[in-house]
Each structure stands twice: as C-alpha cells, then as structure tokens.
C-alpha cells in the first residue's frame, strides 16, 4: 500500500479535478446500475415462473436481451471506476484501500457467471424448456448477488467520500 502526505497537508495543496464530479458521476451510475440490476432479477423471475412455451420464450428473449445491455454497461462501469474513480479514490485517501482487490475480483466473478449463462443459452435446446430455463437463469442469480455486493461497496466508498468532502468543505 502506498501512503501518500498527511491529511492536512494533502487538502491544503488539493489538486486532483473536481472531486464532487467523480463522487456525483459515480452516484449516477451507481442509481442507473442499481435500476438495471433490479429489472434484470425481476425478468429472471418472470422467465423462473414461465411453464407455458410461448410465454416462456418471450420472457426469455427479454432477458437475453436485458443481459447484454448490463453486461456492456457493467464493462463501461468498471472501465471507468478502474481508470478514473479508483485512483481518485487513492489520491483523495492517499493509499490504495484493500476494497479495491476484493471488488476487482468480484466484478470477474460476476463476468464468469454471465459468460456461463451465455456459453449455456448457446448450448442449449429450442424451445427451452422450463426446467432448462431455471438451470440458465440460476447463473444470473449468481450474477446479481455478487454485483449487488459490489454495488454496496462502491455506495460504501462514495458515501465515505462525501462525509470527508463535508469535513474538509469541497
């Protein structure tokens, strides 16, 4: 770990670009995630409780769909928090927290479970059978629940970051 100046000292000489813009554009993506996240367990669901055929096809269309649009959106995310937010995160604080290790390899388990599921959908037989269905979808779960905890950690980090902005008045 790498320490930096003392407190004091690293806020009377603050240079780092607008601090409240990484702290406010890391809010934002953390709501629209959160949205994202959220309807992607609900469709999940939806598909888990579908048994008749045609009803269960277009629940699944709908997933597969809403799978790739968080998959993209989650790979943007952490591009951005791995080359702008963490390092703020580390320059403001002056030492890399240890979260940082623990979130990177979340977000790859996370990436496993989604590759699965998609290496399985392609595998598997059409029409999709309910049971079939679950079994696919049992890797969004996963999937879900380590982004979910990895959003909790980053809402960690920025609400740590605003109680510090308040003391230090940025």
Not at 84 to 105: K, R, S
Not at 121 to 137: F, S
Request: one cysteine or more; hydrophobic letters at 35%.
């Amino acid at each position: 770990m790498r320490t930096m100046a003392p407190q004091e000292e690293r806020f009377a000489t603050l240079t780092h670009p607008a601090p409240d813009i990484a702290v406010e554009r890391a809010s934002q993506e953390q709501e629209r995630l959160h949205a994202e996240l959220q309807a992607l367990v609900r469709q999940t669901c939806s598909v888990r409780q579908a048994e008749e055929p045609a009803r269960l096809s277009r629940e699944f269309r709908k997933l597969t769909s809403q799978v790739l649009k968080l998959q993209e959106d989650w790979q943007a995310h952490s591009r951005w928090v791995e080359t702008e937010f963490l390092p703020y995160v580390t320059w403001y604080w002056g030492e890399e927290p240890d979260l940082f290790a623990l979130m990177d390899h979340e977000y790859e388990l996370a990436e496993r479970c989604l590759e699965r599921f998609n290496e399985r959908l392609g595998q598997a037989a059409v029409p999709l059978e309910p049971e079939d269905a679950r079994k696919l979808t049992s890797h969004l779960l996963q999937a879900y629940a380590i982004l979910k905890n990895r959003m909790l950690e980053e809402e960690e980090l920025v609400q740590q970051l605003k109680d510090r902005s308040n003391r230090y008045d940025f």
